[in-house]
């Protein structure tokens, strides 16, 4: 909501009461033709809300390609998953089912996630996709996504969000205070994010490449769109409907909140966060569950290696099993590398912290080290 409202403005005066912090992210992507939208990737703090459950939810019937971690940001693992996975297929298909050569542009800003060698991740029978990277510092002046399509998408995800707010509020004896409180949940706003995108136009998506690629936008044919009530203008007087204080200035300040990359620092600070909480797991589990030795995990992770590795190479279905054996991989054996990572540094900082004993030379503590860390 945007911050003038009563909703907000109450929460931020209840004494004790911590304001509604819930987050996701989302990345979109769309051709410069404007007929091809992109799955997006959301990342969520949760991995299954309790929302899918009461709703009977399916994450693989989404319209997002759902991943999760506590921070709810996107990583460069997300990042080559949802590459290899939704980009590439889809952008396959499209062009096979337009007659176009099977060719392919990827363009990224420098965010933290897009990673530089992204090519060299990319699956073998994707390999028609190239990618290009914008220079530093040009992501608002350039990047496609950022000309008005993210600032958009925003602006009908608020208008959809205060539509449903007032639907709700006039059909039932919910209070908004209530009803945002008690029962707007994660489920309902993945509706709305597939209202908010499927709403984005054509002319949106194509006129964002007027910076980066005029040639392309000159040639496409617009019609004129009819005067009209502006998406601000729907809002605030959706909102006007369900008593709210609200302008359209709340509604710009709101599109504008989040609109700012993670720098690299910022990056580094939720890596350490995250592998500190992950630390704190690893100790909880070891110590609550039967110790596995080193050579058990190793064993079996070499295993799967084997079985994913055959199922790539032999299996005709190759967006179904790489979606299940990510699916087990995430699921199932994470926490099994987490283990192993986490005795691997606490071995690291044990060698680092021992009095290496006297007259001993560097080779033979060096050879001792790696020994150590192998066991």
């Not at 060719?103 to 996709?129: M, R, S, T």
């Not at 203008?233 to 959706?238: A, K």
């Not at 540094?345 to 006297?358: I, V, W, Y």
Request: hydrophobic share 35%; aromatic share 8%.
């Amino acid at each position: 909501m945007p911050n003038r409202t009563y909703i907000t403005a109450e929460e931020k005066m209840m004494p004790g009461h911590k304001p509604m912090k819930d987050r996701l992210t989302l990345a979109l992507c769309a051709n410069a033709s404007g007929d091809c939208k992109i799955k997006p990737l959301l990342v969520y703090h949760s991995e299954n809300p309790r929302a899918f459950k009461s709703h009977k939810i399916l994450k693989e019937k989404l319209q997002v390609m759902w991943r999760s971690n506590p921070k709810a940001w996107v990583t460069r693992k997300f990042f080559v998953e949802w590459v290899n996975l939704v980009f590439g297929p889809t952008v396959k298909k499209y062009l096979q089912e337009n007659n176009l050569p099977v060719q392919a542009l990827l363009i990224l800003d420098n965010a933290p996630a897009h990673p530089p060698n992204l090519e060299d991740d990319i699956l073998e029978e994707l390999k028609f996709i190239k990618v290009l990277y914008l220079p530093p510092n040009t992501t608002p002046i350039l990047q496609p996504m950022d000309q008005q399509v993210i600032s958009n998408f925003k602006k009908l995800y608020t208008k959809h969000l205060f539509r449903r707010c007032f639907e709700v509020t006039e059909s039932t004896n919910l209070t908004l205070r209530e009803f945002w409180k008690d029962h707007f949940s994660i489920a309902i706003c993945l509706q709305i994010i597939d209202q908010a995108w499927l709403g984005v136009t054509t002319k949106t998506l194509t006129s964002a490449w007027k910076k980066l690629w005029p040639e392309a936008v000159a040639e496409r044919i617009y019609e004129e769109l009819e005067p009209g009530v502006s998406v601000e203008e729907e809002i605030v007087s959706l909102g006007k409907s369900m008593g709210l204080e609200v302008e359209e200035r709340d509604v710009n300040e709101l599109i504008e909140e989040y609109t700012q990359e993670l720098t690299t620092e910022e990056i580094q600070e939720l890596q350490s966060q995250q592998h500190t909480e992950v630390m704190q797991e690893i100790g909880f589990e070891e110590s609550e569950e039967e110790v596995i030795s080193t050579s058990e995990i190793k064993e079996i992770l070499g295993m799967w290696e084997s079985v994913s590795h055959f199922l790539e190479k032999k299996h005709p279905e190759k967006v179904a099993t790489g979606r299940a054996s990510d699916l087990f991989n995430d699921t199932c054996l994470t926490h099994f590398r987490n283990i192993l990572r986490g005795r691997k540094k606490q071995t690291s900082l044990d060698m680092f912290f021992s009095k290496r004993p006297t007259g001993e030379s560097e080779k033979n503590v060096a050879k001792k080290a790696k020994t150590s860390e192998d066991i």
